[in-house]
């Protein structure tokens, strides 16, 4: 297996982390549910990406691998998600309808954050043709190497219950389940630093 490079994204790579996040993120229950028709997805889920975790960029913790494989983006302890325009982005492209559960699950996110400072994975995602190579396990090693530094909790909600094995190898445990209506379940999870 080749080794890969993990590295910091600059404002030059934000195009492409981004790019990579949406064809990573296409097949997602929780992502295509906000967005179900293809061309919405791919019209409006760029700027959900920079509005859930585009602050990664301004505080260097936005990774990616070689070619653009595997991309994630971090937020640091004490740095919250743009909530307002990601709250504003979704009045304006999701369905009147499914709104309501929106805000029922961000209420329910909020509840299961910890209360102590941790790095928050806000969104990763691996290339589908790249996938179960090692990209994903790189990225994600990479960053947990800083929450073990720091002496830091790590802390995300993934939207793929076929995902959770992944972050258990990683020392992510499972808190809950977080869901409302039709909107499939997000599993808030959180790894202690070692």
């Excluded at 993990?6 to 997602?28: G, P, R, Y």
């Excluded at 260097?60 to 325009?85: F, I, M, N, R």
């Excluded at 994975?121 to 090692?134: E, T």
Aim: charged share 20%; proline share 7%.
């Amino acid at each position: 297996m080749t080794t890969l490079t993990v590295k910091t994204a600059t404002a030059s790579d934000e195009i492409s982390v981004i790019d990579t996040i949406v064809l990573a993120m296409s097949s997602d229950p929780v992502m295509r549910w906000l967005y179900p028709d293809p061309h919405n997805y791919l019209l409006h889920f760029p700027d959900f990406v920079r509005a859930f975790g585009g602050k990664a960029f301004e505080h260097s913790s936005a990774y990616y691998t070689d070619g653009y494989t595997a991309a994630a983006l971090w937020l640091p302890p004490g740095v919250c998600q743009d909530t307002e325009a990601m709250v504003s982005m979704l009045q304006r492209n999701v369905s009147g309808t499914d709104q309501g559960e929106l805000m029922a699950i961000f209420e329910q996110m909020d509840r299961f954050h910890p209360r102590d400072p941790y790095w928050y994975l806000s969104i990763i995602g691996v290339d589908p043709a790249k996938q179960s190579h090692g990209c994903g396990s790189t990225l994600l090693q990479h960053a947990l190497l800083q929450c073990d530094r720091d002496s830091k909790l790590a802390y995300l909600e993934s939207s793929n219950s076929r995902n959770i094995p992944f972050y258990e190898r990683h020392g992510f445990e499972v808190l809950g389940t977080i869901q409302a209506g039709t909107l499939p379940p997000l599993f808030p999870m959180c790894r202690k630093p070692r």
